[in-house]
């Protein structure tokens, strides 16, 4: 099991707590930069003065489901965190793969905008899911129905990140 390797007991008390705050379905960003503001203990005077904006608003920034890019981007830098990554991650578990072509764009027609490729999972994703699967809270069907994650990538993920 995930918990019995070493080091493992620190990553699973990140992802308990990752966990509980929020899932990557249901994305409640104001409480995660509170959270991320508590964790660093910065001021709230601070937090106005780089936001150029009043205590309330921040209050209020808090308890929002969405926040706009620029603000979110500025709480970023702030808290040296990337809240964009978490949107990034429930586009790889939740947008729907699509066929091969369905999102290739003819050669006339080329994007000036950068090009990433969906299908890149971080490691604390295939730990959070490889968690899901050892502790029995699903099953590698469920995995491989719900986030769309291909069979064969998900026993490749088993098989190389077992427990030696």
Not at 6 to 21: E, Q
């Amino acid at each position: 099991m995930l918990e019995e390797q070493p080091g493992a007991r620190i990553i699973f008390t990140v992802y308990r707590s990752i966990k509980k705050l929020m899932n990557f379905k249901n994305i409640l960003i104001g409480q995660m930069v509170r959270k991320k503001v508590v964790e660093n203990g910065i001021e709230l005077s601070r937090i106005c003065n780089f936001l150029k904006c009043p205590e309330e608003e921040v209050e209020i920034m808090y308890k929002a489901k969405s926040i706009d890019t620029e603000i979110l981007l500025k709480w970023s830098k702030l808290l040296e965190y990337d809240f964009f990554r978490v949107y990034s991650q429930h586009l790889i578990l939740y947008a729907p793969q699509g066929s091969v072509n369905y999102n290739a764009i003819p050669e006339k027609r080329k994007s000036s905008l950068p090009q990433f490729r969906k299908n890149i999972y971080t490691r604390e994703m295939i730990d959070f899911i490889l968690e899901l699967v050892y502790k029995g809270e699903k099953t590698k069907f469920q995995v491989i129905e719900e986030y769309k994650i291909p069979k064969t990538t998900l026993y490749k993920w088993i098989s190389k990140y077992q427990k030696k």
